[in-house]
């Protein structure tokens, strides 16, 4: 079993940045991944970044060059800094983590983005 928590969102301005936090507790071994998600209103949960247990990544196109996600597996932390933010980035962001150990995805609650225009 994994627990996932995320922090850090808010409102924000147009061009501005935000950092949210995902920290992670319970049975953490054999986690092959961890990702971020994003879900505009109406819309469906999308994949934004994520990083494999190797250190490789992968981004949206629609954030690259613009989120970076990072780690510290000391912490059992993630992160996703957000630079240059735009009002389609609202919405609520989700962390995800997968494991091997049990073949489960696990999912935190979310937190909410707002990005003014």
């Known amino acids: 079993q994994v627990q996932l928590v995320e922090s850090g969102g808010g409102l924000v301005q147009a061009g501005g940045s935000l950092r949210l936090s995902c920290a992670a507790s319970?049975?953490?071994?054999?986690?092959?991944?961890t990702s971020w998600f994003h879900q505009a209103p109406g819309k469906q949960r999308e994949l934004v970044a994520q990083?494999?247990?190797?250190?490789?990544?992968n981004y949206a196109d629609s954030v690259k060059g613009r989120f970076t996600i990072a780690r510290d597996n000391a912490e059992n932390m993630v992160y996703l800094q957000m630079n240059s933010l735009r009002a389609e980035d609202t919405g609520v962001y989700y962390c995800?983590?997968?494991?091997?150990?049990?073949?489960?995805?696990?999912w935190g609650e979310g937190t909410l983005v707002t990005v003014s225009s």
């Open positions: 319970g049975r953490l071994n054999s986690i092959e991944s």
């Open positions: 990083i494999f247990s190797s250190g490789s990544t």
């Open positions: 995800n983590v997968y494991s091997l150990y049990d073949e489960m995805n696990y």
